[in-house]
């Protein structure tokens, strides 16, 4: 079982690196709820960011992982996922 859980700053981290969009991990935080697109991040970035973590983890996410609209959506998805292995 894997008990790892993305954090916001572990988010902020992907989002550089799979979009290009550097985002302060306290703002995620602050704000879990404003929608990836005001943050600079389209559909394309977010679906790097799924497959980051698919190959991290060896785990398919859902293909609604691709469809979130905010980070707290995002962060939830992934954590649940995580947990239950499915």
């Keep these: 079982m894997i008990t790892k859980e993305l954090t916001f700053e572990e988010l902020a981290t992907l989002m550089k690196q799979s979009a ?4 302060d ?3 995620l935080e602050q704000a879990p709820d404003a929608p ?4 600079g991040v389209d559909s394309l970035g977010l679906l ?4 980051e973590l698919e190959n991290r983890y060896s785990l398919s996410l859902p293909t609604d992982a691709e469809r979130c609209k905010t980070p707290a959506e995002f962060v939830g998805l992934v954590n649940t996922t995580l947990k239950t292995g499915v």
């Design 20 to 23: 290009g969009v550097t985002v």
């Design 25 to 27: 991990p306290r703002q």
């Design 36 to 39: 990836f697109a005001t943050l």
């Design 48 to 51: 790097g960011i799924v497959g």
